[in-house]
């Protein structure tokens, strides 16, 4: 297909239309996020600590590809509490799966989440601090 027979969707900064792509996949991810805070839910369930501790890191690392920075952190912050055990993670789920379902609601009405300022995300960074000086 040579430039001339494109639609005139494309930019000339973005002649494949990638930006658009990248849009659509993010939409995607975000779309799933209630799917993959269930799939947490039903691991916990089962007391499958490293499951969990594997789908918060896949979090952590798939959030900044696709433009959630928001996703990364709570990624981040609830792997390393996985690693604390049980007791902490029957603390941490609640407000790691509130959170998630939080990015899912605003980002689905094209709005961010102040991650900072949430009270859920501050007391999981609470109880990294806490459990962290215990080691």
Request: hydrophobic share 35%; proline share 4%.
């Amino acid at each position: 297909m040579n430039q001339s027979s494109r639609s005139g969707n494309d930019s000339p900064a973005d002649p494949h239309g990638i930006a658009q792509v990248l849009a659509d996949l993010q939409k995607q991810y975000i779309h799933g996020l209630p799917l993959k805070a269930e799939n947490i839910e039903k691991l916990w369930s089962q007391r499958q600590i490293q499951d969990i501790e594997t789908e918060f890191h896949k979090l952590k690392g798939t959030g900044k590809t696709y433009g959630l920075p928001e996703i990364s952190q709570i990624g981040e912050v609830t792997e390393s509490l996985c690693e604390s055990g049980e007791a902490a993670l029957t603390q941490a789920l609640p407000l790691a799966l509130r959170l998630l379902r939080k990015v899912h609601q605003l980002r689905s009405q094209g709005q961010a989440l102040e991650l900072q300022s949430e009270v859920d995300f501050q007391e999981l960074q609470r109880l990294r601090s806490t459990l962290g000086q215990r080691s």
